[in-house]
């Protein structure tokens, strides 16, 4: 029986394939400051901002490719129940191969109603404002923004919870209530951390490998040693 492999993904696995993090630019992503395409507050002050700003982002998603990052994860699904939580809204993960990918803060690819969460539609095309839904609600990105809840959330917990293994790829651990979801896992499951410049992680009592690589160079390294667990 295989086991189960849990796998936490931020930016930072994208950002190979040219997706820039605005983590790394002093709180501005793509040039814009977060709080005004990535808030209910910004979308109430200026929505037609923030439609461009994701139409923008949409369209890229059509321009890029998978990493290597991304395809080792893919192949583990030979060796391993591979289960991705990613705080990404990219759909690089299930371009590569993946089947078992939970989205933490949404899609580029979806939309849903303003007055209706569960209303998602599937969507790879500019958003407009004046698209609506069949109640003649507007449409918004399928984003979940700063301040908003995390629907998947228990979901998340649920899959930390059921980990033999659990990595973290990608992530600079600042954003909760992702960061946190590695305190789910069972205190014996080995916990794996690539980051280029991985956080400190002092609440993690687990037995904690850190890869200080990029993405793509460190699930490498990380596909050996996983491999060395089955």
């Known amino acids: 029986m295989k086991k189960t492999l849990v796998v936490l993904t931020g930016a930072g696995i994208s950002a190979e394939s040219g ?3 605005f983590r790394d630019s002093d709180g501005l992503w793509e040039g814009h400051n977060v709080m005004d395409v990535a808030t209910p507050e910004g979308w109430n002050k ?5 439609l461009d700003f994701y139409n923008a982002r949409r369209r890229q998603l059509h321009e890029v490719q998978p990493n290597q990052g991304h395809r ?3 192949e583990l ?3 391993f129940t591979v289960h991705i939580i990613t705080q990404n809204v990219d759909n690089l993960h299930e371009a590569a191969g993946s089947t078992r990918v939970l989205h933490l803060h949404g899609e580029l690819f979806k939309i849903r109603s303003v007055r209706n969460h569960e ?3 599937d969507w790879q095309h500019d958003l407009h404002w004046g698209d609506k839904d069949a109640n003649g609600h507007q449409l918004r990105p399928h984003i979940v923004w700063f301040g908003e809840a995390v629907p998947a959330l228990d979901e998340a917990i649920s899959l930390a919870q059921r980990a033999d293994i659990f990595a973290v790829v990608g992530t600079s651990l600042q954003v909760y209530p992702a960061a946190g979801l590695m305190q789910y896992a069972n205190p014996n499951v080995p916990v794996f951390y690539v980051d280029p410049k991985p956080a400190t992680i002092p609440y993690v009592s687990n037995p904690l490998e850190v890869i200080a690589e990029v993405a793509s160079k460190g699930m490498k390294i990380l596909q050996s040693k996983l491999l060395a667990l089955r």
């Open 72 to 74: 080792i994860l893919a």
């Open 19 to 21: 997706i820039k993090t």
């Open 77 to 79: 699904e030979n060796d």
């Open 119 to 121: 209303n998602i539609l």
């Open 46 to 50: 200026n929505p037609q901002l923030v």
